[in-house]
């Protein structure tokens, strides 16, 4: 969680809303991303879902069931489908996101019939840490 921490910051010192994510592949880093959707002019730009095309890229394929994923915040419903399609392992998150997530919150995406891959997940790890960095980020901006 301190990799993905660490990209969450970068994120924030960007401009970008401050989440961060890594894939490991048995403990090893295989790939990190950052939030980055202004900077690349890409809705998609979610840090999830550039640190899986990062893994699947370095991997060379496109199912990652061997891999963990670390965020700092609970995925969105656009996240949460592609985990579910790169057939991510395990899922740990820092923040819970009532508004927007799609894990604990709104559609609870793996819980739903429909969803051919369900990752074992991990609330709560850093989320202390994952909390203040986007209150802080968003409360400078008000």
């Not at 910051?9 to 809303?17: N, P, S």
Request: aromatic fraction near 4%; glycine fraction near 10%.
């Amino acid at each position: 969680m301190r990799a993905a921490l660490a990209a969450a910051e970068a994120a924030a010192a960007a401009g970008e809303v401050p989440v961060g994510a890594v894939v490991l592949l048995n403990g090893s880093i295989v790939a990190t991303g950052a939030n980055a959707p202004r900077a690349l002019r890409d809705p998609t730009a979610h840090a999830e879902m550039l640190a899986i095309r990062a893994a699947a890229h370095a991997l060379g394929r496109d199912r990652l069931e061997d891999c963990d994923l670390w965020v700092t915040l609970e995925p969105c419903a656009m996240c949460a489908g592609a985990i579910a399609h790169a057939r991510i392992a395990r899922l740990y998150y820092g923040a819970s996101d009532p508004k927007g997530g799609a894990v604990e919150h709104g559609p609870r995406l793996f819980g739903q019939p429909t969803c051919h891959h369900r990752p074992e997940v991990y609330p709560g790890i850093g989320e202390a840490e994952a909390g203040a960095l986007l209150r802080d980020f968003f409360r400078s901006r008000r």
